[in-house]
């Protein structure tokens, strides 16, 4: 009876004892280390921005979004470290690289955009810094690719039970599901460079990404779930892979042109709001763009389409 007492006192301690070093190195990872990088980074702003004129008005405005953002990048960052203390990690498993791959690459996207409108409703407008979206999603985004190489999907080791990326970086680069990653941070970029002057580039990227970040999540749904049970019960399933990859490549083509075709009308839309007129000729132009860039999107659909197993056995 004595000893089963001492066994439950004990695993109450071992529990408390987890329970505090999980506190410790949450404040560690997520705030502590974050919040000095922080304050290093808006000391060192803050220094070149006092000898090199780049900013107009009150500096210290653009100088704290800034360091804002350098604080979402290292909270982002770091919270690969903690992961490992939590007894559902997101990262040290193989059951979510799926879905992982999705959430990764739209919600670090969405909150690169959030951090906008936090200063557009604290900064007086002739103080806003329209560059910010763009540099923001700049720096944040490159997180992705450090998340994503934790949790490959090029092929899935059936022996292992795990899923791996390919043996030649050459050879996974090459796959549309890795390299339209790195597309869609350029489209993106372009997307935003061209409308900042606008002054709510960040409210179309955002809406546009949260649409796609659902309808991917959608489309997939079905799929993801059919090799979530095959993977706890030990069945292949390389042909649902396969097409799990063709969905979210369908999926980041279809947000990149979308992007790509949004361009000329946010700017025509918005600048006429603000009372600028534009002619017919000019409407005329940007249907004309819109209906090109829409076949080229039929083009590159139809590409992927055929030559998508080929991809998928130059990594096997």
């Known amino acids: 009876m004595k000893s089963k007492m001492k066994g439950n006192i004990e695993d109450k301690y071992k529990k408390a004892t987890n329970i505090l070093w999980k506190i410790w190195w949450f404040f560690v990872f997520l705030f502590i280390i974050p919040s000095v990088i922080t ?4 000391v060192i ?48 498993n193989q059951e979510n690289n799926l879905a992982a791959r999705i959430h990764i690459l739209y919600l670090i996207t969405i909150f690169s ?21 763009l540099i923001s999603f700049c720096l944040l985004y490159n997180i992705v690719y450090f998340y994503i190489s934790l949790k490959p999907i090029d092929y899935f080791n059936a022996s292992e039970r795990s899923f791996k990326r390919a043996l030649k970086l050459s050879l996974s680069l090459k796959q549309p599901h890795n390299f339209l990653i790195i597309i869609n941070y350029f489209i993106q970029i372009i997307y935003l460079l061209l409308i900042f002057q606008t002054r709510i580039s960040w409210l179309f990227a955002l809406i546009t990404n949260l649409l796609f970040y659902i309808i991917t999540l959608g489309t997939t749904s079905k799929i993801r779930r059919v090799i979530s049970n095959s993977f706890k019960e030990d069945n292949r399933f390389l042909n649902e892979l396969s097409l799990y990859k063709e969905k979210f490549v369908s999926s980041i083509l279809s947000l990149n042109f979308v992007l790509l ?19 017919i000729r000019d409407i005329f132009n940007a249907s004309i763009y819109a209906i090109l860039v829409f076949f080229l999107y039929l083009k590159f659909r139809i590409y992927f389409i055929i030559n998508h197993k080929k991809f998928i056995l130059s990594v096997s």
Do not use: C
């Open 39 to 42: 304050f290093l980074s808006f």
């Open 113 to 133: 955009l959030i951090v906008t409108p936090i200063f557009v409703f604290i900064t007086p407008e002739e103080y806003q810094f329209e560059l910010l979206p």
């Open 261 to 279: 075709i949004q361009i000329p009308f946010v700017i025509i839309g918005v600048n006429s709001f603000q009372g600028i007129s534009y002619s």
């Open 45 to 92: 702003i803050n220094f070149i921005a006092a000898r090199v004129e780049i900013f107009a008005g009150p500096d210290i405005y653009v100088i704290v979004g800034l360091t804002v953002i350098v604080f979402i990048f290292s909270v982002l960052f770091f919270y690969r470290f903690f992961d490992r203390y939590r007894d559902k990690p997101i990262f040290f």
